[in-house]
């Protein structure tokens, strides 16, 4: 089923509720990286362009119900304004007087933010009464995030209920085209690159592709929960101990299906996380107690490298090791090295996930798209 995109609604002089995916890093009140608003502006543009009333909403962080001054989305309303040279009014709340007050004196090409929707519990809870007062805003709604559009929350899919006229923004579409070209026909080799720290959050991804890549490599903090099903010891690195045996299934269904599934054969190991100190490359059955896994070592990314040349179709999701460090980032930085070359070669490459995107940028790696999704 084809979506319904904004360019067949009227939006000139309607108040357009956008639920927009601003959930970006601030550190001290600075947002280190502007990806996710980037992504939105296609959609926001087109609107502002077209004379309607532009009223955004978006969760950034956790707050768990509660009004967390770190977690306000007026930093984000601040850099859209500097983006966009063009005023972002911010709303204090994202219902209530105020804000309804603020709606109704809003003129044609106007934008307002709202204050991160999570500050209310009911957001989470996909509380009717509290998306009927968000859908009061706006006459026509837009989704425009990817990344939360699988949550029934308020804002996502209780507000939907309530407003007849809705559609999808021109990031959705893109993104849900890509998600469909990754699922449904990719050009092979199709390759996937996963790591991160944890396997409980890419057990879903694992299983998912295991039908559809031809090879998979993994790397980051997951691998060792791997290693621990093969019997490897793993010094003082990160384990998920309860996904022992989930790993050991997935390594037996990729062997039926005789995926080529890569871990890594040596690693840098370190006694701490920090820029001074002690680091060991070691084979992967020899991490010595009191010491950590940190990255893939240089004959991993060296099979690695070889796994991804000539791939038609590379997803990369995770690091492949602690990149914030310097001297733990090589791994991360030779692969998407590997993969901006593929990439040049016509590859169509994805990247997905905060870090990886962070790493992405960090390292000036060249891909064909980028998601804002996890």
């Not at 959930?23 to 600075?30: F, H, L, M, Q, R």
């Not at 006459?139 to 007849?164: L, P, W």
């Amino acid at each position: 089923m084809k979506l319904k995109g904004i360019e067949n609604l009227n939006v000139k002089g309607k108040r357009v509720l956008v639920r927009v995916d601003f959930n970006v890093p601030i550190k001290e009140g600075e947002i280190t990286d502007t990806t996710r608003i980037e992504a939105a502006l296609p959609t926001i543009k087109y609107l502002i362009e077209n004379g309607a009333k532009v009223i955004l909403m978006s969760h950034l962080g956790r707050p768990n119900g509660k009004m967390v001054p770190e977690l306000s989305l007026r930093p984000v309303a601040d850099e859209l304004s500097r983006i966009l040279a063009k005023e972002v009014k911010f709303v204090p709340d994202c219902i209530g007087d105020k804000t309804e007050k603020m709606v109704s004196t809003m003129k044609d090409g106007d934008i307002l933010l709202l204050e991160n929707v999570r500050f209310h519990i009911e957001e989470k809870k996909n509380d009717d009464e509290f998306a009927k007062k968000l859908a009061s805003l706006g006459e026509i709604y837009i989704n425009d995030a990817f990344g939360t559009a699988h949550r029934a929350q308020a804002s996502t899919y209780g507000v939907a209920q309530f407003i007849r006229e809705r559609a999808a923004g021109f990031l959705m579409i893109k993104e849900l085209e890509v998600l469909g070209k990754l699922l449904k026909h990719p050009p092979r080799p199709f390759v996937l690159v996963l790591g991160g720290a944890k396997i409980s959050t890419k057990v879903p991804l694992i299983m998912n592709f295991l039908d559809r890549a031809d090879r998979i490599m993994l790397g980051g903090g997951m691998v060792f929960t791997f290693f621990k099903s093969q019997g490897l010891g793993i010094g003082d690195s990160i384990c998920e101990d309860e996904l022992v045996e989930k790993a050991k299934e997935i390594l037996s269904i990729a062997s039926q299906k005789e995926v080529d599934f890569l871990l890594p054969v040596d690693l840098l190991a370190a006694k701490e996380i920090s820029e001074e100190t002690e680091t060991i490359e070691v084979p992967r059955e020899d991490i010595p107690k009191g010491w950590k896994g940190v990255d893939i070592g240089k004959t991993t990314i060296s099979i690695f490298n070889a796994a991804i040349e000539g791939a038609k179709t590379i997803f990369w999701n995770g690091p492949m090791g602690i990149f914030e460090v310097e001297k733990f980032s090589t791994g991360s930085r030779e692969i998407g090295k590997k993969i901006d070359e593929e990439t040049m070669k016509e590859a169509f490459s994805v990247v997905g996930g905060g870090d990886t995107v962070s790493c992405v940028r960090k390292f000036g790696i060249n891909v064909s798209h980028i998601s804002t999704g996890g």
